[in-house]
């Protein structure tokens, strides 16, 4: 197993040993965990859009976020790692969410990203040449139009299982809202 197979399919075990750190090392305020929760529903709010577009191992989708980054779900979870960070208000914390989210997620999109040319070959090719790989493009897009049926979906969004990292942020928020109060 290489590097790459290995944080792929280790990296939401690792994510809730790092949870774990991350929750004895919080220092949370009541103000913390607010803002957090505001930047995080951010990311949310990205991960659910592009998870109603995307179509595992179906289809290259490039259509709704997916013109505008090749991995808007990453992205996403870049900006719920902040809003988790921003709510457990220790510097530590923020470090080691900074570390794991570059090390882990560089190298799941690098294993992605071959699986998707050795599956769609030269048309993944000019899509990974006109679509930036995490940071959005905000103006403009090099991709054709959609089509038709390629739009978002609220089934997709539960195929996709998204809901998921809503409940699990959730339960973080509560988790430091508890310990906020214990510590009053």
Known sequence: ??????????????????????????RPSLRSICLGALVGALGLAIRAYAAGYLHKQQVLTMTGPYARTRNPLYFGSCILAIGAAVAMN?????????????LVYSMVMRREEMELRQQHGSAFDAYAAAVPLFFPRLIGSLIS?????????????????????????????????????LRF
Do not use: C
Not at 6 to 26: D, K, N, P
Not at 157 to 170: D, M, P, T, V, W
């Open 90 to 102: 220790s510097s530590w914390v923020a470090v080691l969410l900074l570390v794991y989210f570059a």
């Open 145 to 181: 139009p959609p089509i038709a049926g390629s739009g978002f979906s609220w089934v997709q969004y539960r195929k996709n299982h998204e809901y998921q990292a809503a409940i699990g942020f959730l339960l973080l928020l509560i988790g430091l809202l508890v310990i906020w109060r």
């Open 1 to 26: 197993m290489t590097a790459l197979d290995f944080f792929a399919r280790w990296r939401v075990r690792l994510g809730y040993l790092l949870a774990i750190v991350a929750l004895w090392l919080a």
